[in-house]
């Protein structure tokens, strides 16, 4: 009789998780996964996959207008943010689908339930009302939005609100300077909703390249968006039609609807952890080591639930190398170093390795920046530039970091984000033919350092 229910079992249907459940199935395992709200987490139904679909469906406005510059007459425009929602709704169902089938396929058993954590084996199925026993236990339950605490705060909604929101709202307050708040204020104002953005720093985008979050907030006004910096929310009151937002400087602001955007914390609250022995961080992570083990042998976790580097690939990177190290003999780290990331704003930005400020702090660089206006909108007129960096050591002349603003930018980084992994050099990327006529020869075309 076996010692255990479940050799594995997973709690948290993400992209961690799944990825996780399913190689250590395909090991040969007997694996569970609760999942209390829908499988795919974050990033497939709330987060990076119908972010991407409307910031799709906010870049057509500017093609309408940039077609006229080549020779195309387009008639009346409207958009119908009720059909979009229809069809957006329909392809992340699908995509829930396709994750449940391959759980599923691979040989997973699957609990539509909450799950929680009551002993180093033992996980508690809410709607079963029964107990079942793990060899291992793994936590992939993610990150939630944070909102804090102030006068009116009630009243702020958050990027999980903003997918289901029936009507399109006319005026926005977004108060955040991270990605997801700067993706946000560009996705509305492509939609035709007057957008201002609140944040408390000198810039947004922290932690990106300094010339990157200055390009970013340049390109982002001249399309419209009203950028408040060194402001920040006191107080959000309701009244007829909307919200009055009163701000530190004591100005105030009306909007229909507020997003706040002041990041993410790990989804631990109520899960066990603290009585199962599992330290916990500052921000309620799970802390674990280098193997994604937490300080009980038997329990690990992937993902935001970790506070590690919330992006979706490192947590599948992270879910893949716990079922190899655990049940596939082959110890695997998870590699958090020079990972490629893009921010979908308008322009967008791609980023991987240092930044400008990061290398200086290690030794002498060389930088190469390039800012132009791209072929694409030479004859639609369009006032819109790229920029293109490259963060080189001195002494080794060895790519530290590439940084892009523009159209495709996300797209680039990928690739050079291979380069710069393999530790390519200024004169690889000297010696590489450009490809022309393309804004990303300019990566291989730069010969004066400009600092």
């Known amino acids: 009789m076996a010692e255990f229910d479940y050799d594995l079992f997973v709690i948290g249907g993400g992209s961690g998780g799944v990825r996780a459940a399913r190689i250590a199935a395909q090991y040969g395992a007997k694996v569970g996964v609760a999942e209390e709200y829908r499988f795919g987490g974050t990033c497939v139904i709330r987060g990076c996959v119908p972010k991407k679909l409307m910031v799709y469906a906010s870049t057509y406005a500017e093609h309408f207008e940039d077609a006229a510059g080549f020779g195309w007459d387009v008639g009346e425009r409207r958009f119908d943010w009720a059909r979009f929602m229809d069809a957006k709704n ?8 396709i994750y449940a089938r391959n759980l599923d396929t691979a040989g997973a058993e699957i609990f539509r339930c909450r799950a929680t954590v009551l002993d180093p084996h033992t996980v508690h199925l809410a709607s079963h009302g029964e107990q079942v026993t793990a060899k291992h236990i793994l936590i992939a339950t993610g990150g939630t939005p944070f909102v804090p605490d102030f006068p009116g705060s009630h009243h702020a909604q958050t990027s999980n609100e903003i997918f289901e929101l ?39 985008l922290r932690g990106f390249d300094d010339d990157l979050r200055d390009h970013a907030a340049t390109e982002m006004r001249k399309k419209g968006i009203e950028l408040r910096i060194n402001e920040d929310v006191t107080e959000i009151r309701e009244k007829e039609g909307g919200y009055e937002i009163a701000l530190r400087s004591g100005d105030t602001l009306e909007a229909d609807f507020v997003l706040y955007a002041t990041g993410r914390i790990p989804n631990t609250e109520g899960l066990g952890l603290d009585a199962a022995g599992v330290a916990l961080g500052r921000n309620g992570e799970v802390v674990v080591d280098e193997w994604s083990q937490s300080n009980v042998p038997s329990i690990f976790a992937v993902g935001d639930v970790t506070d590690r580097m919330a992006l979706t690939p490192v947590a599948i990177r992270e879910g893949h190398a716990f079922a190899d ?51 694409v909108h030479t004859l639609s007129g369009r006032d819109e530039k790229m920029l293109m960096k490259l963060v080189v050591a001195k002494d080794t002349r060895k790519v530290l970091g590439v940084h892009l603003a523009g159209h495709g930018a996300g797209e680039m980084i990928q690739l050079a984000g291979v380069a710069v992994r393999m530790g390519a050099t200024k004169d690889d990327f000297d010696n590489t033919v450009a490809v022309h006529p393309t804004a990303s020869e300019e990566l291989v075309t730069m010969r004066s350092p400009v600092a």
Do not use: W
């Not at 704003?345 to 660089?365: I, K």
């Open 90 to 97: 329909t392809e992340i169902a699908r995509l829930e689908g």
């Open 166 to 204: 029936p009507h399109q709202p006319e005026r926005v307050v977004i108060v955040g300077g991270g990605y997801i708040a700067s993706e946000f204020a560009c996705i509305l104002n492509g939609l035709g909703t007057q957008v201002v953005q609140v944040y408390r720093g000198p810039q947004i």
């Open 325 to 375: 190290t655990v049940f596939g003999a082959k110890p695997t780290k998870a590699d958090h170093a020079t990972v490629p990331t893009a921010v979908f704003t308008q322009p967008e930005l791609g980023t991987v390795g240092l930044t400008e400020a990061q290398a200086r702090e290690e030794g002498e660089v060389e930088i190469y920046r390039s800012t132009f206006r791209p072929m």
